[in-house]
């Protein structure tokens, strides 16, 4: 079976993880064939470039200001990725991107910079249109504040994934409305999550798979260090509640991922 891992932090282990590249490597022996790597800010980026380099065709980079690291100084970080998505694309020859993110809006647990995340949000939007490029997106008790800006902003050209979807059914049909896929992970796995009522109600074509590891591990291993080889475990519980094979969880996902960032 052939699975993709949607939204990884790879090229930034835990402690006491392996080596990133180990990481991959591990994961590429689970039948974790591809993997995602979120990039969060202008730091991410390095670390990010020289894992896809050295994975050509497995592994492949965001770019995006992470919402929790949006600050008073945001627009000149925002200038700064920019420039890099310009750069990297002359380099290349093509945009090395499959998608902008981590973006969004995170009021977990600072709504210090609301209005600079929502302005933030906006602008890497843009960027998306502008280079024809799915968004990754991360909401966090905000739906309804990123809801309202996604809604704006589509003119029918936005796609993207809700990156660790935790929204109610209601929301999940408003994400539908939009064209948005959801990404599952470990949570799924975990006791009174109410995330297996939504994957069964909303079509297997808008769902993906993914770790976020290093956090976020399927039981048993919840509370340890995530990696990308956990998610045919992620897989094989979706398939579980919706009572289809891992076989047809392995072959829709992924379809699914490949489609969306065009791999
Ligand atoms: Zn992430």
């Known amino acids: 079976m052939n699975w993709i891992d949607t939204h990884t932090h790879t090229y930034d282990p835990a ?7 180990a990481l991959v490597e591990k994961a590429l022996e689970a039948g974790v064939y591809k993997q995602i790597l979120g990039g969060v800010d202008l730091h991410s980026v390095a670390p990010i470039m020289e894992l896809c380099r050295a994975f050509p065709g497995t592994v492949y980079p965001t770019i995006g200001l992470h919402p929790t690291e949006v600050r008073q100084d945001y627009m000149q970080a925002l200038d700064l990725l920019y420039r890099h998505l310009d750069a990297d694309a002359a380099q290349e020859g ?9 973006i969004g809006i995170d009021l977990y647990q600072d709504k210090t910079f609301f209005h600079q995340q929502q ?3 906006r602008t890497q939007l843009r960027w998306a249109k502008e280079r024809r490029l799915p968004v990754v997106l991360h909401v966090r008790n ?3 504040e990123a809801w309202h800006i996604l809604k704006e902003e589509q003119d029918g050209s936005l ?4 990156h660790c979807y935790s929204g109610s059914v209601e929301q999940s049909a408003r ?10 992970g470990g949570v799924l796995t975990f006791k009174n999550a109410g995330l297996p009522e939504v ?11 993914e770790t976020d590891a290093p956090w976020l591990s399927p039981v048993p291993f919840r509370g340890k260090p995530n990696d990308s080889s956990t998610i045919p475990i992620i897989g094989h519980k979706l398939a579980d509640i919706l009572g289809i094979t891992p076989q047809e969880a392995a072959r829709a996902t992924t379809a699914n991922a490949l489609r969306l960032f065009g791999l």
Not at 15 to 21: D, I, N, R, S
Not at 159 to 162: E, K, L, Q
Not at 175 to 184: A, H
Not at 200 to 206: C, E, H, I, K, Q
């Open 159 to 162: 796609r993207g994934v809700f």
């Open 119 to 121: 302005d933030a949000f």
């Open 142 to 144: 905000a739906f309804e």
């Open 199 to 209: 994957v069964r109600n909303v079509p297997l074509d808008s769902l993906v798979l």
């Open 15 to 21: 402690e006491g993880q392996p080596k990133a590249q």
């Open 175 to 184: 994400v539908l409305d939009l064209g948005f896929l959801f990404g599952i």
């Open 94 to 102: 093509n945009t090395p991107y499959v998608a902008v993110g981590e």
